[in-house]
């Protein structure tokens, strides 16, 4: 016992040189993990836990996130506003209002100025004027404006015909006060041939039959009827045909006092305009005591209309024939020498002959009792007045 004792005691004091030695570690069965070569573990990194070993110098540390802040480019600084500066002009923004409305002058625009100066009227293109329509030398007779384009007229404008429906033709002159008479000859009717006769005013429709609407009175050949507002009514004994003369009667007591007002007419190259200050019409005022008649070949067939509108009424005639028809055809007398003149008009009074009648057209100087004064037409239909 002693002599080991003493052997441990002598391998103790003896110097343990250090040696290197190469270890290989057997990675586990999960994962694996190959050392370097050369590494050398010396006696004091015993406590070193290879298990656990990660070789620093080929796994180089994992890199850190940038903070927003470093990622996003700051924004350039502002720039330093000078006051003394301009400001900036903003343009045709319309987003944009002022901030101070003050030292602002208002001022119109010059549409708006240019319009407070004009006369802003409704107008209405008129018949184009022909002169030789009818004049002051002329008598009157059937209007070569006022007549629809498929009536045809006489050579002496006294005749009218027309065929392929009911088409207007009406004289050159009205009456608007007093007792005046004319009468229509049918020359012929053909085949198909009808027609409706009497009275119209200056808005009677031409390309519609004589009665059609309420601005003409019609007496129609089949059944003697007469005709308004397109409603036929029994009147008279019977209808007429070829050869009869109509006699066409009517009385205006004192018509002026409820006619409308004339038109104010303005000339512009050619053309009439008919011009109102306000858009809305004046509405018609009844003639106490007017009426219309009708006669056949001198006899009265009764009293067919009363309490007519205020207006003028003028001579018409409406022609009908079915297609590929010869015209129907009817003559106008206007007097003062009539075929079938009345022996007696009863309590009415006596007429005048349609001849008699003045013109009353346009004479480039004066229209309807207003002078006509320079005036010009501007783009937008305006009648203004110069002198305004």
Known sequence: MDDLQATYSDDHDDVITPTTTTAAVVPPTTETLTLTPSISISSEDDDIDIDNFVDTETEPEPK???SIEEVVTPLPPKPK???????????NNVWTKSA???GKKRTKSVTAAVAENEDNVLITPVHRLDRNDDSAEMSVCLSKVY???????SEDRMSAGSCKGYRMVRATRGVSEGAWYFEIKVVSLGESGHTRLGWCNEKGDLQAPVGYDGNSYGFRDVDGSKVHKAVRE????????EGDVIGFYVNLPDGERYAPKAAQLVLYKGQKYAYANDAKEEAPKVVPGSEICFYKNGICQGSAFKDLNGGRYYPAASMYTLP???NCVVK??????????PEDFGERPIPRPMVEVPYHGFDGSIQNGIPFGPTRMCPMLKVVKEND
């Not at 506003?81 to 343009?91: A, C, L, Y």
């Not at 029994?234 to 045909?241: S, T, V």
């Open 332 to 341: 106008f007398n206007f007097g003062p020498d009539f075929e079938a003149f």
């Open 234 to 241: 029994k009147y008279g004994e019977g209808g007429y045909g």
């Open 100 to 102: 101070s409305k003050r």
């Open 324 to 326: 590929n028809q010869s």
């Open 81 to 91: 506003s000078n006051k003394n500066s301009k400001k900036k002009s903003k343009g």
């Open 147 to 153: 007549k629809a384009e498929k009536v045809e007229l």
């Open 64 to 66: 850190k996130l940038k």
